[in-house]
């Protein structure tokens, strides 16, 4: 008795402390804020400095607080009703959907953004996050499995937006700096608005705290109790997406506010559902406002605009990388068993790879207009150096990523897990970034070199977190996200200085092959021709571990060092692919699900059959990017997506699998 009495004392001795601490940053932050305020306004001519401070800083700063709270209940939510502490609107692919909306609303219905922006992000974002659910019910909403499906569905959306900010010229890519998530307000409509969202939400919060706190135990002892669960769940999330959607329809996305302030309102010692659901919204609140006063102090140090919601985005990395060994996984295979089992081998592969020659020589010879062969050998000989390049950089970049995706696929039993996940590609992001920063009119050799800089950087750091933390090879993809998150922060804030720099980014964002030279395309090729056969040393390794892991050490192997070794060669590959073709989006998805639909079902098999397959899909892309549009090249990877995005309908509609 006595004991627990300590216990209770020394948790409420905590609690005190945790609060004195968030009290002492909001006063500092208070104070940062009214000195870079204050700052701001000097210099200004009188009337106009009273008017900046009232209708543009204050109303910045309030936003700040009660967008913060909007993102941190709206964490909060998630993570309670899903049972996934890495749940939020960043990590469920809320955010991504919600921008491709208004950036699809802004091209083709612009008058909706006058009376119905809110709704009109909420339909990107509810559409997103119900993908999301609908992907990840097969394996009982498995917070790993959520987060990867959560990240498959923010590329598919990010390549859309880059793609349409290409096309929309100035006008899109000053859409693109606003939705990076800069506060700056100009009067308190904002405001306003999220207040009316906090006022209506919290009643519904107070009702469902009850059911939200059963439905943390388990989905059965909810209904024994008379839940409905699918109801709470259901409810909880649209009030999330609402709360989550209306702060990014007035000021862009503000990454991973939500997860960080749930997650530390349970380390502050918030331990109850109704706790949390009360801390989270208040520790949001301070969190955004606290980074909001240190980015504008800094814009008046550096005299240029810093989007709130880059800097935010740092905090999603950290918080993953401590997240990742605590994350529940239910270890349930859910790779689809092959509808037929291919007996002639050999045979299979040769057609495929007859298939992809044919496929090499109808693209060369296709006119431009994709509507007839060349006719003319002078302008054979014209094209020819244009399109060689680019077909066989796309061909054995298809082959390294189709090769990747069948190793992650198999190692993690994951038919979602695909190598844009592992965060190679964000971080020659970074790599390419920085240089253009420098250099925006630097040549392909520095750029190629400043990728390959960038994809070694962020291997080095999955692998060497992955190492310290002992994780296994499905939270080792996890730690490419958590990278991934820090990489693309840095993205967004070169992005948001605008410039040459921006558009060549944005460029090579969205898949474009466009400017590959023939130096890049034979590195590619060689690269290729090394990384693809050792992978196929590696098919003994991924045909022991599907046997489990007690098979394994039976025989010798240790499942951790063998995953952890063959997902590092799907790293190298996909930080190999990514040099030439830039974050091309699901043909490491696609191609080891389409190699086994057609029966390559052993690893040896599945793994040459998914390069072929990779390369073929590719050679297609690019071919349909060339010609669909002309005289407009579309880039490959808006083709590569929406191709992916139809496959990816088509995986969900699938029947599960049975056991």
Known sequence: MRQDLKSAAARMRGRGVAAAGWLA????????????????????APGFSETFLIAGLLPRGV???????????????????LRNPAADPSTLGIGAGAQLALGIATLLAPALLAGAKVLVAFAGGAAALALVLILSRRRNYDPVTMILCGLVVSLVASSLSATLILAGGDYMMSLYLWGGGALDQSGWRSDAAIGLMLGVAAPAVFLMRRPLAILSLSDESARGVGVATGAIRLAAAVLATVLATGVIASVGIVGFVGLAAANLARLSGARSASAR??????IGAVLLFATDAAVLALQQLA?????TGAVTALLGGPVLLWLLPRL??????TLPAPARRIRAVSLGLAALAAATAAATLVSLYLAPDGRAFLSSADLAETLMPLRWPRLVSGAAAGALLGAAGTILQRVTANPIASPEVLGISTGAGLGLAALLVIDPLAGSGPTFAAAAGGSLAALAAILAFAHAARLGPERLILGGIAVASLAGAGVTLVLSRGGPEATRLLDWMSGSTLRVTPGVAVAEALLAIVLVPLALFGHRWLAILQLGEATAIGLGISPQRAGGLLVALAAVATAAATLAVGPLSFVGLMAPHLARTVGFSRPRDQLAASALVGALLMI???????????????????VAALVGGAYLVALVRRKAPAG
Request: no cysteine; hydrophobic share 55%; net charge positive.
């Open 63 to 81: 936003f700040a607080l009660l967008g913060g709270a909007a993102l941190g209940l709206a964490g909060a939510l998630l993570q309670q009703a």
């Open 25 to 44: 940053l909001f006063a500092a932050s208070l104070a940062v804020f009214a000195l870079a305020a204050k700052s701001a306004t000097v210099g200004l």
């Open 620 to 638: 297609v892309t690019d071919t349909a990017a060339r010609s669909l549009a002309f005289p407009y090249q579309l880039p490959t990877g808006l």
């Open 303 to 307: 005299g240029t605009t810093i989007p």
């Open 277 to 282: 659901l009360v801390a989270a919204p208040l």
């Open 328 to 333: 529940p996984h239910r270890s349930v295979s």
